[in-house]
């Protein structure tokens, strides 16, 4: 496009866009008068301005939408249950969150008293054959003495378990 | 500095709290008067509703997304400092929810334009109506359904943006200031846009105006073929790809 046309191009939008912003009311005084004075001096600029305004008015023939009590109501019943259920979700959160953390907490508890209790029954397994034998254990003197029996082979047929 | 921010938006908030109804009752919302939430609705919905009908196309999702910006409303309620117009406020969630509502329509149909083969599309709906009015009935006018229908169509071969401004425009009579607020656009860009919307819908519309027949099918006397585009209704579209550029 010659750079000609272009101008010719420019100033027909800028035409157009102070006729569209006059009938939109939105010149100053000024600029009213100034489109006033070439509506009454040039019929073809006259022409343009009453085709916009025709195309205008014909924007009155989409149908418009058509509200009853009845419709309102359904609306605002549903959008308080929606934002009701929201807030419920949104109030759940913290709720689940601090039951995790209490459930979270108690198993730590349980596996940990778990763990203490079952140590001590180890060690009580451990020390079974010797709790066992603990009577006869107690009716030697010493140490020494069963140290001595035991090397002397007469534990031998209870096994090695028996010391 | 900050006493006389707060002074400041002391004196908005009671400007706009005395001058706008709505905002006196989304105030009474937000100290949980439902009788006030429900007068909102009662105002609003119906202007909604035709704005989301007229934009998007379909009654059905219009009266969904109006209720979707009724929930933000609500939601939103406790946090609502009124530093504009209550309906400035509404449209531009409005605005928001239709810009999301577009977008996801076209994820879906690029799903569904995936794997289709480009001759199985038909011409545009204009193209169509024009087609099958003008075969039957060359020279009648049409009736008051037609209208609506062609009025629509023609609607539809605007770009979102200048569909949007259109219909704040014309159904809410807002100004240019509150369009551009509405859409994040200055107020130049918004002159520059609804231009170039009414641009196109004069040259659509105009066959019809001048002798009642289907766009396309007869010339506008008073141009000659350069200044009148192709009879493709496509080609007589001038689209805002610029449409942030200004026009002063």
Sequence with gaps: MSQEAENVNDSTRIEQAEMVAYLDGELDVQQVADVEKRLSEDSEYRVRLQQLQQAWDLLDELPRSKGDEQFTRSTVEIVVVKAREEAERRAWLPRLGGLLLV???????????????????????QDLPVIEKMSQY???ESLEFLRMLVKEGVFETEGKDGL | MVSSIVATSDTTLKKYEELDPDVRLMLQVRDD????????????QVRLISIFQHSLGEREQ???????????????????????RFSTWLFTIAHNVASNARRSRYRRREVQVTGRSTSSFSASPLAQMIEAASGLHPTRRLDRTERAQLVHLAMETLSDRQRMALLLSKFEGMSYAEIGEIMELTTSA??????RARGNLRDILQPYVTNGAMPGKTRNRGRTDKEFPPESTDSLVER?????????
């Design chain 2, 33 to 44: 008067h439902a009788a006030a939430f429900e007068e909102l609705v009662a105002r609003y």
């Design chain 2, 190 to 195: 918004i002159k520059s846009l609804l231009s």
């Design chain 1, 103 to 125: 459930v979270g907490v108690s198993l730590a508890g349980y596996l940990l008293s778990w763990q203490l209790a079952n140590r001590d029954n180890r060690q009580l397994i």
């Design chain 1, 138 to 140: 107690k009716q030697a």
């Design chain 2, 240 to 248: 805002d790809d610029e449409s942030t550029s200004e026009v002063d």
């Design chain 2, 62 to 84: 219009a009266e969904d997304l109006a209720q979707e910006v009724f929930l933000r409303v609500y939601r939103a309620r406790k946090r609502y400092i009124p530093s504009s």
